[in-house]
């Protein structure tokens, strides 16, 4: 599992929150925008384990939601994943016989910062600026 988490940006954060439901909007459309590059990061990576492609076909971004004052998104898959594509954790987090070849986990680290860019941009984009 990889998350986005929204933090710092306060003047940015400020005049979002100012506009009311329009400011979730933005926010929420910039959270997800900046989602897509470690998404499709993860995918790539999963040419080596995932023959088939389902596992790369079934990852998604959750929509957006808020834990306590941070508003995320789950990106990939959940340890407690029971889709159809539950094997997809198990090279993510390993088992008792198998080491964990991470491949969301790389991938957030290698594009972290390209989805603070996309999410200022997307910001700015919204307010106007």
Known sequence: ???????GMQELLNKVEELGKRG????????LAAAKPI???AAKTTLFYDVSGDGRA?????????????KRVIIGIEKGDIS????MKMIEFGTSKMVARPF?????ILKKGEAMEILKKEFRK???L
Not at 24 to 31: D, P, Q, S, T
Not at 84 to 87: D, H, N, R, S
Request: aromatic share 10%; hydrophobic share 40%; no cysteine.
């Open 126 to 128: 919204g307010l106007g």
């Open 84 to 87: 159809e594509i539950f094997y």
């Open 58 to 70: 079934g990852l998604k971004v959750s929509r957006v939601y808020t834990k306590g004052d941070t």
């Open 39 to 41: 998404l499709d990061a």
């Open 1 to 7: 599992m990889a998350e986005i988490e929204l933090q």
């Open 104 to 108: 969301l986990q790389n991938a957030y």
């Open 24 to 31: 979730k909007r933005i926010e929420n459309k910039a959270i």
